[in-house]
């Protein structure tokens, strides 16, 4: 089996991390995985902001969980966060920032970097506070997050779950 | 460079096809790469239909082209087509079927197969003549159909756009 397969098919969601940081030539790789992406029309109306201060992962979790009363939520604490947005009105922006994610997912578990996707700003990354702390970051006001990729060196391994009818029409 | 990134780095849509069929083994991988794409809350409400009926494939981008008032419209003429499917109240469903093609677009590219997502079914899969091909298919109705993998061996190379913004936050 290839190593793209291979990679594919052995990469697991990773919700536990150690307090090694990532190195940022690897964060700027997966930028660039992000970035070789498809999207719809070609369009590529999204921004990528990479997070690797922990203070403000910190308290963009704590802020999230707040609001989604769910004391204590800390996004798993990652050491790196990459935060894609895209323009609100884009038709595509949902499906390009999630294949960009899932490059991103790939091209992290090459490198040993776990990770895992954060869907909980999805609805909320209008509420002011965390607005306000996007805005800080430097993602514009006509942007919107969907997902989030939380990042670090695995302390814990993933498991599969398969779920799935298959069909072929020949 | 790793041949991960070297993969997702080097991806292109290809919109050109020759008439090789793929193989059943390749595609049954590609099925299984989508099949380990991650999915919101791990509820993987997806199915995966396999077309490489050329006929059928010729009529559903013909009817496709029909409503779209595209005369002559024919997905890039593939010799096969991905098609994911998803629970229409599935939360996750655009999500997780997105991070399923772009596992596929991998894996295919890991192959030599060149893919392209097509949106054109996203807003009129639940057209009369449409649903009733994805009924012929196997596809649930109570499934939506958001993107479509289109395959076959390249006969023509694609090109990388580059656009989006960057910032780190440290």
Redesign the interface.
Known sequence: M????Q???S?R?IRQFTDQPVP?EI?E?L??????????M???T????????KE?IRLLAQETGRILGREGYNMYEPTALIIPSNLRESP?G??DD??A???I???A???GVGS??I?QLRDICDEPSIRAMLTE??IPEDHTV??IAALGYPAASGQ???????????
Request: proline share 2%; with cysteine.
């Open positions: 290839n190593e793209v397969m990679a594919i098919l990469r969601s940022k964060l790789d930028v660039q995985a992000a970035l070789h992406a498809p999207s719809g070609g369009k590529k999204w921004k990528f902001t990479v997070v690797t201060n403000k595509y949902k499906e999630a294949c994610l899932e490059n997912f790939l091209a578990y090459s490198y895992v996707w869907n970051f430097g969907y997902g599969y779950k398969e779920a799935g009818d298959v069909a072929f029409v020949e």
